[in-house]
Structure formats: C-alpha cells, structure tokens
C-alpha cells in the first residue's frame, strides 16, 4: 500500500471523507503542495500532524474541497433560470423547495434568493445550502464578500441586496434569512426528497465517474417529478436518461 493510500484509509476513518472517490491525480497534487508547504516530508507525516492538529485537519478540509465562487457565476445560465425555469416552476408550486448542493461560500444560493425575489416576495422563499467544509459554511452565513466576488451582480441587485462597506459587500440580512445552511457529504449523508431545484455546479468534476454516478442517481431521486437540476458548464450531463432526467435547456435537466 503506498503512502497516499495509507493517508486515504486514515482520513476516511477520522472522516468519513472517501478521498478515493475523488480524482486521485488532482487530489494527490493539490495535498502534496500543502503538505510540502507546511514542511512535512510524506502523507503519513502529514496525517500524524493533522490527526493531532485540529488546525491543520481544517487546512487540509479547505483545500481538498475546491472554494471557488462567485455570485451569478455564467450569467447567461441565471438569466435562464429567472426567465424559463423560475416561471414553469412556480406554475406547478408557489413555495419553491430548493437545495444548493457545495453551495462553498454562499454565493451561489444568495443567488438563487435574489433571482426568485422577482417572482415571489422574500418571505416565501427558503433556501437549503450544503457544503462539507465548516470553514466556507462559516463564510458564508457571515454573508461578507471582497468586490471581485460581485463582478456578475447586475447594479440594481448590488444595490437592492448589499450594503458596500469599503472594498467589502454585505448580503443583507433580509436575503440571509432566506437561506439555512448546513454541513453535508454527498458521498456519505442522505439526501432530502422532493425538491423543485436542486444546483451543484463546478464541483462534479472533481470527483471519479464512479462518484458523479451516485451523487446524480441520488440527486435524481431527490427531484420531485418535473423538478430541475441545474449543473456547471463544464459538467454536461451526456446520457440524462440514465438517471431519468431530461434536457430542458443548456445546462438544466428536467425530472422525467
């Protein structure tokens, strides 16, 4: 067994992170910068520190799990979502049941909040966000963003939904109140059932076809019949039919 394995079974028992799962390439390369970086010479060095460390495990949490987001992130695709899928979703249902999956820092589901707030009022929107990492969970209820993160925000949102503080902006809090964070593992916690809107983008890629199987299957069986799963656009979906599902646009896959 070599050493990245041995560090692959410790983290899963410590964890129940199945590092395995993942693409090992890209993982093996992005733990090796940290470990080298932090001065230790192999895997089983690095896990003996972070097996001791609670520091250190959370360093090593935030950078196997990738957090990198912005808000309206391929803007192109939230314009779709406010213009066909929002609309065909609410004829069916007035209270939209909605989870954004390794939702990271927050900035995708206070998306989701200030793009349904043009067909329903605040008070009739919630919003379930999920990450595995408690540091980007943290991040994101304090709900604070450096300008950069904003670059896609149309002006008037900017205006309506944040408060400017020097080169910092705030969600306000009457958007925060729509969204319920919470930690989850796609690979390991079960899923909640019946949702109109389930979004997890950029983040499949990381994981083995293996992993992408399960996580869409239970997605899929999260989705209430003519539900939608909105992916990244690097994560095209090739045979939708496989997990019941069907392309309603670009991107958006509707729940056969």
Known sequence: ???????????????????ALYKEAQMKRRLTSLYEKKGYKSFIDFYNALDKDRALLDEFLDRMTINVSEFYRNGKRWEVLQNKIFPR???QNKKLKIWSAACSTGEEPYSLAMTLSNHV??????????DLD???IAKAK??????????????DIKEKYFDNDGSFYKVKNEIKKTVTFKKHNLLKDTYDQNYDLIVCRNVMIYFTEEAKDQIYDNFSKSLRSGGVLFVGSTEQIFNPSRYQLDIEDTFFYRKL
């Open 1 to 19: 067994m070599t050493d990245y394995e041995q560090f692959v079974e410790s983290i899963k028992k410590k964890t129940r992170i199945d590092l």
């Open 89 to 91: 979703l609410l004829q």
């Open 121 to 130: 009022p605040l008070s009739q929107i919630s919003i379930t966000a999920t």
């Open 134 to 136: 408690e540091n980007a």
């Open 142 to 155: 304090a709900g604070v963003y450096p300008e950069r993160s904003l670059a896609e925000v149309p002006n």
